[in-house]
């Protein structure tokens, strides 16, 4: 974790020198979270890189869903800004999977637990979201196992 840690610590100042206030603002609120998570009750002090990916994933997911508040509600100019922190913090996250990719995953998982129907899909999503935790949205891992099972 440190590394990511010291890499965001990094880009703060690089952003600070280039006046990039979206930047600067995400940097620092990825900063914050992750301060905030290695100091928490309960914490090591340390913070691992798993535990990292899941942070930025949910600020990602936050930033994309308040976008769509101020779409809808005709703020178009703070949407934008939302949907520009997104893009920086999704920077920082693993590449994730593509369709095929995540399509293929999820057919290996169900065939090594030998699922076989919609009733299995507990049981599927358990391993799949721990497999593939920080490598696509758990939405997309929920639709394409229901979609799998289904057949």
């Known amino acids: 974790m440190n590394e990511l ?3 965001v610590s990094g880009d703060i100042k690089t952003a600070m020198l280039a006046r990039d206030k979206v930047a600067l603002e995400a940097l620092r609120g990825m900063k914050k979270e992750f301060l905030e998570a290695k ?6 002090g340390n913070l691992a890189d798993d535990v990292a990916v899941k942070i930025l994933q949910k ?4 930033r994309k869903e308040s976008a769509q508040i101020y779409t809808e509600q005709n703020r178009p100019e703070l949407a934008e800004n939302e949907l520009a922190e997104a893009s920086v913090i999704e920077k920082y996250l693993p590449a994730q999977m593509s369709d095929a990719d995540l399509e293929a995953a999820v ?4 065939a090594q637990l ?3 129907g919609t009733q299995d899909m507990g049981k599927v999503m358990g391993v799949a979201s721990k497999q593939l935790a ?3 949205e758990g939405r997309l891992i929920s639709e394409k196992v229901k979609v799998l099972l289904a057949k």
């Open 5 to 7: 840690f010291d890499k």
């Open 39 to 44: 100091t928490s009750k309960g914490s090591d």
């Open 59 to 62: 600020m990602v997911k936050q």
């Open 107 to 110: 057919v290996a998982i169900i």
């Open 114 to 116: 030998g699922a076989a």
């Open 134 to 136: 920080g490598k696509t």
